[in-house]
């Protein structure tokens, strides 16, 4: 892999509002949010927190490596039928610096999902200020990082594997969903064998809290304004089906949509399907996006239905889309 630089979007007048002492303000904004998210659950829902999916290496005492839980929160239906259910890891973005399981977007949209069918698991991974180690070709701070984001979200997918009879998952239909560095990851993760991203390198064993002898690999990838211009070999013949969205004025990750382009090239030469939104005018972190009269949220879900072949749940077309942009935009009357 090579050594990564990624970029921070310039602070808007949010940031410049927070600056100017709107923190008060803003820090009672967040505690009704946790007050909705971890003291309440919809209607319908079953809402679980803090439940710890491994242990990773980070820096503990003196640079020491020491082993500390990782923890993901889930949302489920609340229903008693015996089907096995379709499930997705969600990965949250924040620069492989910053952010958590409790993101606003992914919350709403795994509630979303999880009102149609889905056990959702959103996942706390480590961040460059853990510190986490990896193998020694891996040699700056920014590389390490992703890395250990790849390895845990692996976890979290074998977490999810080993324990699918309790949460009544069906191992053939899991999914990850990213966004900006949270979808660099469920790229590397989801397009990798279990040969690769499975420990932190050769002096750190892997605890047999996350289950390493399971395997398992993703159904469908769900990449919101990533990239995978770090690890273009990993696309195969035989990976999961891909959705993109990106938008043309989101310089965060890439230049402009050229992270998506490129995602779109190697699909299109390995036989990958991949389901790909432009979004010309929009930014970075494209979450209210229009696409074609659909929110982002019911696009997921119809990729996701559709390419997971999730009973019931399928649809006659996604609307305008790109099945490969070297064959050009069109009505997807294909599914």
Known sequence: MKNLEYKT???GPFARWLA??????ASFVFLLMQGCFSGQCPEGLVCEKDI??????VAGEGDAPTLQSMLMDVIQPEDEESV???????????GFESGSKEDEHHRETAIYLAQRGYVCFLINYRLMGDTPPAPENYTDEMSRAVHAAVVDAKTALRYVHAN????????RKIAFLGDSAGAITALAAGLSGDD???NDGPDYPVPPENNPG???????IVNLWGSA?????????GAPPIMTVHGGRDFTVGVSLLPALNIDQWCEENGITHVFYPLPEAGHGAWDADIEGKSLSEVIAQFLNTHMNVPGKTFASLGWGCLSVLKGCRWLEVF
């Not at 710890?52 to 290496?57: A, D, E, L, P, R």
């Open 229 to 237: 211009d770090f690890f273009p070999e990993l696309f195969a013949p």
């Open 214 to 220: 399971v395997a398992a690999r993703a159904a469908a």
């Open 84 to 94: 096995l259910r379709p499930a997705v890891i969600l990965i949250h973005g924040g």
């Open 52 to 57: 710890s999916y491994g242990m990773s290496y």
């Open 9 to 11: 979007p310039p602070a």
């Open 164 to 171: 699918a009879q309790d949460y009544r998952v069906d191992i």
């Open 196 to 198: 690769r991203f499975g």
């Open 20 to 25: 100017g002492g709107g923190l008060a303000a």
